[in-house]
């Protein structure tokens, strides 16, 4: 019997303004339970597509061109090579990240035109 995995318990666990943990694979790609409470830095992946799909809260995802909410039952891809930030809109947001296994980060520098 494979048992399921409980998402309320992961996203209740401590954590320092960001808890990033694999819960899951398909195939080639690792599924993530995200519990944000502060901005994680920018950054882009040259080798994989990123998927948010929010569960609890809003996700800000900050790009060049400016900030997208993404709601509690919204999901957003970022395609492979897009400098992107996320940051909680409120004191938290909840979200299932879905990328390549090992997908490379890149950190990068603030872009210019971004808005806080």
Not at 34 to 48: G, I, K, N
Not at 56 to 69: A, S
Request: hydrophobic residues 35%.
């Amino acid at each position: 019997m494979i048992p399921p995995i409980d998402l309320t318990t992961l996203a209740d666990m401590p954590n320092d303004g960001y808890l990033n943990r694999v819960i899951a694979t398909v195939n080639d790609h690792g599924i993530h339970i995200s519990v944000m409470t502060a901005p994680y830095d920018w950054h882009l992946h040259p080798d994989s597509d990123e998927t948010f799909i929010v569960t609890e809260g809003t996700l800000v995802i900050d790009f060049e061109d400016g900030p997208v909410d993404v709601h509690a039952g919204q999901l957003l891809t970022i395609p492979a090579g897009v400098r992107h930030r996320t940051r909680p809109k409120g004191a938290r947001s909840v979200n299932l990240t879905v990328e390549r296994k090992n997908a490379a980060s890149v950190f990068c520098d603030e872009p210019h035109a971004s808005k806080p």
